[in-house]
């Protein structure tokens, strides 16, 4: 060719045009794998034009193809389908601009794609990004929960009106993302970006609903996979049907069958919470309200013993005592009252057999001068002297005639 | 006779002491004057045993769960 150019000897643009056309048409023709991106036919133009993103990779390359070959028959040519491509590099010399020329455009089969997503989980398995000893645990009542969703979804609406039925005191940070087509992946990775920054939000909620396998093939994507992997927040996936596994299942801390299970998984259920809070509280108030009653019962048991709640009876068995001592005192001192009176009424007997009395009694009679001495002798006594005999019945006063006395005394 | 006597006293003590008193009084032998002594010593005992289980009836009443806030 020519020589190496210099300011003094420039090439010329259509020199450089070619020679870059040259170039790139010495590439030949190549299969390309990657997905539509942008699709556009233009009114009755001849030729389509197409954008072709990398599957992993934030990039794409346009696309040129006649028209007979985006709408050959059973092609079903998209935006967000996966197509394999045969084209040949080409530089449009005009407008200085590259592009594949495609000559063939395949879809890619389901099989494929299920095979493709298999492969690249065993690439991230051998990588240790599902390995459970990644996984966080996620916070127990979160404040503040980001998710990542569409707009106006049914996921978004069942883990909100789930998650908030269960904890009314959550919060959410919710970021829109689109979750179809070939910009789905990185409108999701741009989502959990934002969400991970943002220090208040403690678990992050991938949601989507369900969908067909190409639907979901977002959620497989290698770079969502890896921004999942690197989030610092926990991070919930809740994508499809149950059945359903994309790959950010794998990679999630905890993967919930539906929006609805996440919500579930997010927030504990408030009322279940506070009836086991109400129980721990019941079953701890109910041992104390035991203990404290055996013991009040132990106490009353204690303080109605006799010997505490009747201290007289430390007085009775004393005062018993002493009421036996003074009736054996009494008694005692009584028996020798009586026996002295007994003892006094024999004496009486004794006096009383002594007395003269039974003497006069039995019909004497003593006879006493008036100075009370006693006439033991008819001479001892003057005539007409006055004398006091007594009888048992009493005194009889007499006077002395000793003439009456001689004639009876003669012989 | 109260219980600020022995302020320093929890309810386990008291109330062993309380048994100990009740099983002298019980077992007998004693002068009148001793049993006094010991008897005085029960009352005492047995009233704060009662206050300290007073205060815990308290205390559970006041922590009554119709006293949580919501």
Redesign the interface.
């Known amino acids: 060719m020519t020589g190496p150019t210099s300011p003094e000897a420039p090439w010329p643009v259509r020199t450089v045009a070619r020679k870059i056309a040259e170039y790139i048409g010495r590439l030949g023709e190549i299969w390309v794998e990657g997905q539509v991106a942008q699709l556009s036919r233009r009114g009755g133009a001849a030729t389509v034009f197409l954008t072709l993103r990398d599957a992993a990779a934030d990039l794409s390359v346009p696309v040129t193809c006649a028209r007979d070959v985006a709408d050959r028959p059973g092609l079903e040519l998209t935006e967000g389908a996966r197509i394999i491509v045969r084209a040949r590099p080409d530089y449009y010399i005009a407008r200085g601009s590259f592009s594949l020329r495609a000559t063939e455009i395949r879809a890619v089969g389901l099989g494929e794609l299920l095979a493709r997503i298999e492969r690249i989980r065993r690439l991230l398995a051998a990588e240790g990004l599902f390995d459970a000893a990644r996984k966080r645990p996620l916070p127990f009542a979160p404040a503040v929960v980001g998710v990542v969703t569409g707009r106006d979804s049914a996921a978004e609406r069942d883990v909100v009106v789930t998650a908030r039925r269960r904890w009314p005191a959550i919060r959410f940070e919710i970021h829109h993302c689109l979750v179809q087509g070939p910009s789905a992946a990185a409108s999701v990775i741009e989502g959990l970006h934002r969400l991970d920054r943002d220090p208040t939000v403690e678990v992050i909620v991938v949601a989507r609903g369900g969908g067909s396998v190409e639907d979901l093939l977002p959620f497989s994507d290698e770079g969502l996979v890896r921004a999942i992997a690197a989030c610092r927040t926990p991070v919930v996936t809740a994508v499809g049907h149950e059945t359903d596994t994309t790959l950010v299942d794998h990679v999630a801390d905890v993967r919930a069958a539906t929006p609805t299970d996440a919500a579930h998984r997010i927030v504990p259920e408030i009322g279940e919470q506070r009836r086991l809070v ?1 129980g721990l ?2 079953s701890a ?1 109910h041992l ?2 035991t203990r ?1 009653e055996q ?2 019962r ?2 009353e048991s ?2 109605s ?1 006799p ?2 709640a009747t ?1 007289e009876r ?2 009775h068995g ?1 005062e018993e005592d002493v009421t036996a001592l003074r009736g054996r005192a009494r008694r005692t001192l009584t028996h020798r009252v009586e026996s002295a009176e007994r003892d006094l009424e024999h004496a009486r007997a004794r006096v009383a057999a002594l007395s003269p009395a039974a003497t006069l009694q039995r019909g004497y009679a003593v006879v006493q001068r008036a100075d009370g001495s006693l006439v033991r002798h008819p001479d001892a006594v003057a005539d007409g002297e006055r004398l006091s005999v007594r009888v048992a019945g009493g005194p009889l006063p007499v006077r002395v005639d000793h003439s009456g006395n001689q004639e009876e005394d003669g012989p | 006779m109260t219980e600020s006597a022995e302020p320093t006293t929890t ?1 386990e003590q008291a ?1 062993e002491e ?2 100990e008193v ?1 099983r002298k ?2 077992a007998g032998g004693l002068t ?1 004057e001793e ?2 002594a010991l ?1 005085e010593r ?2 005492a005992l ?1 009233e704060l ?2 206050h300290w ?1 007073d205060r ?2 308290e205390r ?1 009443s006041v ?1 009554a ?1 119709q006293n949580q806030p919501e």
């Open positions: 109400e509280r019941a108030r104390l309200v404290l013991q009040t132990w106490l204690v303080r013993r010997v505490l201290p430390l007085l004393r | 309810y109330r309380l048994a009740v009084l019980e009148l049993s006094l008897w029960g009352e047995a045993c009662q289980l815990a009836r559970l922590a769960p």
